[in-house]
């Protein structure tokens, strides 16, 4: 059965640095897009960020661009997102979900099949 896990969320300062983490199981990560999705109260759920499957592309929302970074180790199927220079506009639930052979990776919620319960970002001073 697919899962995704999300984990490292939590309370942070202005300028501060997380490293949230989607630990897959029940498939092999590499044939499988990863997309980082968030959602803040009130809000719709954007792309933050995705990396495609089988070293595929990787794309980053503007508002995120030059402060985080995704990656992928499919040896222990985790894909991470390492978030610097944090900032409460980027406070919000972020999942992370996945969609089977997407090379060409896009921003898309609609696109991604499954997805992860959640973890919670706060940015605040």
């Known amino acids: 059965q697919l899962q995704l896990v999300e984990s490292g969320g939590g309370l942070v300062q202005p300028g501060g640095s997380l490293r949230l983490s989607c630990a897959a199981s029940?498939?092999?990560?590499?044939?499988?897009?990863i997309g980082w999705f968030r959602q803040a109260p009130g809000k719709e759920r954007e792309g933050v960020s995705c990396?495609?499957?089988?070293?595929?592309?990787?794309n980053y929302a503007d508002s995120v661009k030059g402060r985080f970074t995704i990656s992928r180790d499919n040896a222990s199927n985790t894909v991470y997102l390492q978030m610097n220079s944090l900032k409460p506009e980027d406070t919000a639930v972020y999942y992370c979900?996945?969609?089977?052979?997407?090379?060409?990776?896009?921003?898309?919620?609609?696109?991604?099949?499954?997805w992860g319960q959640g973890t919670q970002v706060t940015v605040s001073s």
């Open positions: 029940g498939f092999t990560l590499d044939y499988y897009a």
């Open positions: 979900a996945t969609r089977e052979l997407f090379r060409l990776c896009v921003l898309s919620r609609y696109l991604y099949d499954s």
């Open positions: 990396i495609g499957s089988s070293g595929g592309t990787i």
